[in-house]
Every structure is written in C-alpha cells, then in structure tokens.
C-alpha cells in the first residue's frame, strides 16, 4: 500500500497547527512514558519519534502499512536512539507473539481502523500482563457536537482516509479487557468549522491486568487503589474515565 508522492508533506502540514497548539506537548507527555519493548500501530510519518525516551525504550517496533508515509517515517528514524525496526503491516494484518510488548502505542490511528473492536483485542493479545496502552485519540461527543459528528463521518471518513469521528474509543479499549486510567479528556486545537467535530479527544493509558488479578484490578480501578495491583500507582479516573 503506498499513498500519493505528495500525502507526507501534506499529512505533516495539515497537522502542524495543531502541533503547534499544543498537540506537540501531549504527543510529548503521553510517549515520553512508554518503556521496554515498544510497539507503535500506525506510525503514519513519525511525529512520535521525538519524544521516545533512549534510557526508558529498548526497542521500537513501528508499523506503517503506507510506504509513502513510512518513507519520512524513516527519515526521521534515522536520529533515533533506540533501536528501530519498520514494517509495512496494519494491525489487522500484523502477526506478532503474544505477550511481547511492555508498551503499545497508537497516536490518531484507532478512528481508521475498520474493526476497532478486533484491532483492540489484538493489542491486548500483544501486550504483556501489566504492560500499557498509550492512546491519543478523538472521539465520540455528547449532546449537538455527538450529532453533529455522527451526521459527518459517512462523508468526512471519505476525504480523511477512513477517520471516523464517532467512535467510543474508550469503551471499545475496556470490552477488550483492558483497564482505563490517567484519562484527559480534551479539544483538538483546530480553528474554523472543523472545530466542533474534534470537541472530544483523550489521551489514556489501558492497561492489560496482570495474569491471575484481572477482576482485582478492575476493582481496584473503580475504588482508586489501582497502585496497589498494577505496577505504577496512578490517580484515580473520574467517572466515566476521563476528566
């Protein structure tokens, strides 16, 4: 699968004032934390690179089905310091050992998959019993913005290469048995009309509950003693899980 000559540059610029808006910054605090061996799902050009930490990261995994996009991914790979591996695989292709990740990434990448709930499944599969999801994602509205997302996606998803505005990303990470917490909730800093149909993104952690403890953890989670039972203690989420 390769794109246009032209779709990396113009998936770098339709993104950047966004970045620069404060995007950047939760790109920056959300990937900063993964660690161990790492697996990022749809790596699109690279904008995570940057804020893998070398001391934290063992090795990274990138998966970029899109060869014109994984071209400037690996370019950008180049001044990485960890040790860096591409392949050209979706998630719902990718046969990967189970249990083999301590962390798996997915920046703006769950809204085009064609069964979100499969490909969550999946990364659950993948990552080891502790192990963590970090999401970036935008998601479903409530209220006028919902509605309004809902009546645009059959045409958005046309023009944005399969992004769906409205999906209950959230809910679809915890049927696949991976407990949510460290969720913000907030609002793509995008100008102009478009701005009401990105009035809902989070940035998450999943986790995938240790073997013999998942109904201990998921308790946990609820009563906001989640440290206790996983291996970093983290606030505990508002209802709901975002805040």
Not at 192 to 197: A, I, N, S, V
């Amino acid at each position: 699968m390769s794109s246009k000559w032209w779709v990396p540059a113009w998936h770098d610029w339709v993104r950047a004032a966004g970045e620069a808006r404060g995007l950047a910054a939760r790109r920056r605090r959300l990937v900063s934390s993964a660690r161990g061996r790492v697996l990022e799902i749809g790596a699109g050009t690279g904008r995570n690179l940057a804020f893998y930490r070398p001391g934290q990261v063992r090795s990274l995994l990138a998966l970029e089905p899109d060869r014109a996009l994984a071209e400037r991914l690996r370019q950008r790979a180049v001044t990485l310091s960890v040790p860096f591996e591409w392949r050209p695989l979706a998630v719902e292709t990718a046969e990967l050992p189970a249990g083999d990740f301590d962390t798996v990434v997915v920046t703006f990448g769950l809204c085009r998959v064609a069964d979100p709930a499969a490909a969550c499944e999946r990364i659950a599969t993948w990552l080891k019993p502790g192990g963590r999801l970090l999401v970036l994602e935008h998601v479903a509205s409530v209220g006028a913005a919902g509605r309004l997302q809902r009546a645009a996606t059959p045409v958005w998803s046309r023009v944005a290469g399969g992004c769906h505005l409205d999906r209950p990303t959230l809910a679809t990470l915890r049927a696949a048995g991976l407990s949510v917490s460290d969720c913000t909730r907030f609002r793509l800093p995008v100008a102009g009309p478009l701005r009401p149909l990105f009035a809902s993104c989070v940035a998450a952690v999943a986790w995938r509950p240790p073997i013999g403890e998942p109904d201990a953890a998921m308790s946990a989670l609820a009563a906001g003693t989640l440290g206790k039972v996983l291996p970093t203690p983290h606030p505990r989420p508002p209802e709901g899980g975002s805040r």
